[in-house]
Each structure stands twice: as C-alpha cells, then as structure tokens.
C-alpha cells in the first residue's frame, strides 16, 4: 500500500476536491488542512513513527494556502499564539 501513497503524493498537481468544502471559497480548506499536517506530525511523532503521510496534507496546504498566511501560521506557532488547536 505504502507504494501506491508514495506515487500518488510523487504525481500529486494540486488540491483534489474535498466534499466538506464544495465552494468556491477555499479559505477554510486551507485553514483546515494546515491544522491536519500539524495534528498530523504531531500524533505520528508522538509515537515515534515515519511522518511521511503527513505529507498529503501539507502539498494540499501549499497549493491552497498563500505563503504570506502560512509564513504568519507558523511565526504563531512558534511564538505560542496560534489561534487553531494543534
């Protein structure tokens, strides 16, 4: 299984559709995608495993997100005052 995951993250273009976020507006897509790669490397480092399938999440986020928000995420995370819950 881990080889047909490694292609599709290897072919991966941009965000595919995601039902919970059918319009056009994709600020909450991004949003919650940011929160999912963090949550993500959070829960699998926790338990010292490979985080390579947080990967999805984080392409996803690039593709969508402006890197001026994600720039201005991070800073927040950094400086413990990130509004999301990680």
Not at 11 to 18: E, V
Request: contains cysteine; glycine residues 4%; positive net charge.
């Amino acid at each position: 299984m881990s080889d047909t995951f490694d292609e599709k993250i290897k072919n991966y273009r941009t965000a595919p559709f995601d039902a919970r976020f059918p319009n056009t507006n994709q600020t909450r897509n991004c949003f919650q995608n940011y929160l999912d790669f963090h949550r993500c490397n959070k829960a699998l480092s926790a338990k010292d495993q490979d985080v390579a399938p947080c990967d999805w999440y984080q392409r996803v986020y690039k593709s969508l997100c402006p890197m001026s928000w994600v720039g201005k995420w991070d800073e927040q995370i950094e400086n413990g005052s990130f509004p999301g819950k990680i």
